[in-house]
């Protein structure tokens, strides 16, 4: 299958390297996505379990050691995303442990007292009237899964999509997704996007086979008055979840095809969308594609800028 043609323009912030899993991948994924050129993330407020802060712009997440997980005081960081709604955001509370974290999304209305939600302290996080639940107590950064990691992070130029790759054992352990679909069916008012898909269970890893279970890796979409609950499948060629028998095995250069969106949720069954400039395709993590202009990132393959694609 020929090289893809890409949609959208991309910018990268990739290649940054983690020395372990909790605090400091958490430092290092905050600032790769605040370290974008041309239209970095933003912190809207934050908390590093000592000082916190609503509203008020000012980054506590210095170093690691501002980035505590615990049931008592701790830490948490709401990120403005640029490109859509002035007030949407993600918002990240440290959870118990170091591989636990809660993320709640608000598109349109923003988090704290002065947006109709409530204000954070250090032992609780802001609220906001609209926000989703797109991963309470996960497993976002992986069980076992202490030691090196490489960050990937990427986003359309037009604003419109912004993806962060988090990397380990040469597995994606985890992924952030923030984006318009392509696509999508009619009816679906102010379509989005919103993952911060990660090892829910168990090792399984984000990929089209997930261990077997490629449903254990949750998509939320705005859809139907709410936010419903999805899984990675094909283009708009074929329905159901990703089901691979395996890449191809002997040139590991072939497009297996296009990634899409299929909603599992009761009554809003079947394929909804597909998304921008990501494929499936069959080559080893890491690597790259002629041209530089594509890399292997478990069995996704997304836009590159022609460095060196790193795994750990």
Known sequence: MALPVTSKTWSFNVNNYASDRGSI????????????????WTCWGS?????????DGVERWIDSGDIVFSAGAHSWFVFNVPGFNP?????????????YANFRFS?????GAANGGTDGDTTTRPTATDEIN???????????SSGDWIVHAMQATDGSAHRVFMIHDSKIRSMWMIEVPKNPISGWTDPLIATTSGDQIGNDVLSAEGGGNVSR???????????????????????????????DQVTHESFVG??????????????????YDMWWGG??????????????????VVPWNGTKVLVF
Not at 217 to 239: A, E, K, P
């Open 25 to 40: 991948l958490a430092l290092t994924v905050k600032n790769a996505v605040l370290g974008f050129a041309a239209q970095p």
């Open 47 to 55: 908390c590093d379990s000592v000082g916190f802060g609503n509203g």
């Open 87 to 99: 007030k949407t955001q993600l918002l990240m509370e440290c959870g118990s442990v170091v591989t």
């Open 107 to 111: 598109y349109s209305a923003g988090f």
């Open 134 to 144: 797109i991963a309470r107590d996960q497993y976002w950064s992986g069980p076992g």
């Open 217 to 247: 890796h949750l998509i939320y979409i705005m859809y139907g008055g709410g936010s419903r609950s999805c899984v990675f499948t094909y283009d708009n060629t074929r329905d159901g979840p990703v089901h691979l028998l395996g890449p």
């Open 258 to 275: 296009g990634a899409g969106v299929y909603c599992t949720a009761s009554g809003y069954e079947g394929r909804k969308c597909e998304l």
């Open 283 to 300: 080559a080893l993590t890491g690597d790259s594609y002629p041209g530089g202009n594509f890399g292997q990132l478990g069995e996704m």
